[in-house]
């Protein structure tokens, strides 16, 4: 399965298909960043099936975005995705990756801990609906 999954860096004719993927992120979250701003897509033979962006700002990297299209889950590509980010971090002299994740959303907070993060801290009732984050961290 490993196989059938690339992963390239994002470019400007995938936004259409992430922002379908990613749907809930809003466009700006997607086409925005800085020179920190790392964007990649997952393909899946030659079909973009999952985005990740991310910041790596010196010695501290972040997770700010990951989604797989709904049909293409459970095949490894967000833990595909998160290994190409990590990697980079780590050339990049990154000490740490970071994330904050709901408390509800319970795939991503099983990808994470396969992943090697550890729940750091919670954000008390940060989201709308209530719910906490719990930001994870990852030593690189
Ligand atoms: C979370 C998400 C990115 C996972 O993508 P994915 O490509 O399916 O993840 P992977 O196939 O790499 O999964 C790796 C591991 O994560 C965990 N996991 C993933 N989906 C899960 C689910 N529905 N239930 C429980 N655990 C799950 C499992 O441990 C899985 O390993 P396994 O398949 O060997 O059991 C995807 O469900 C998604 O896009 N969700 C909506 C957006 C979102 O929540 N993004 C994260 C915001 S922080």
């Given at each position: 399965m490993e196989r059938k999954i690339r992963i390239r860096e994002f470019?400007?004719?995938?936004?259409?298909?992430?922002?379908?993927?990613?749907?809930?992120?809003?466009?700006?979250?997607?086409?925005?960043?800085?020179?920190?701003?790392?964007?990649k897509v997952a393909l899946w033979v030659d079909q973009?099936?999952?985005?990740?962006?991310?910041?790596?700002v010196f010695s501290e990297a972040s997770i700010n975005l990951l989604a797989v299209c709904p049909?293409?889950?459970?095949?490894?590509?967000a833990g595909a995705?998160?290994?190409?980010f990590v990697s980079l971090s780590r050339e990049k002299g990154a000490e740490r990756v970071v994330l904050e994740v709901s408390s509800k959303n319970?795939?991503?907070?099983?990808?994470?801990?396969?992943?090697?993060?550890?729940?750091?801290y919670l954000r008390k009732k940060y989201y709308r609906?209530?719910?906490?984050?719990?930001?994870?961290v990852l030593p690189v």
């Amino acid at each position: 399965m490993e196989r059938k999954i690339r992963i390239r860096e994002f470019r400007q004719e995938d936004l259409n298909r992430v922002i379908e993927i990613g749907k809930g992120f809003p466009p700006t979250s997607i086409e925005g960043g800085n020179r920190f701003t790392v964007k990649k897509v997952a393909l899946w033979v030659d079909q973009v099936v999952g985005f990740l962006s991310g910041d790596i700002v010196f010695s501290e990297a972040s997770i700010n975005l990951l989604a797989v299209c709904p049909s293409f889950r459970r095949k490894g590509i967000a833990g595909a995705l998160i290994d190409s980010f990590v990697s980079l971090s780590r050339e990049k002299g990154a000490e740490r990756v970071v994330l904050e994740v709901s408390s509800k959303n319970i795939p991503a907070v099983n990808l994470y801990r396969k992943k090697g993060f550890k729940e750091a801290y919670l954000r008390k009732k940060y989201y709308r609906d209530g719910s906490d984050a719990i930001v994870m961290v990852l030593p690189v």
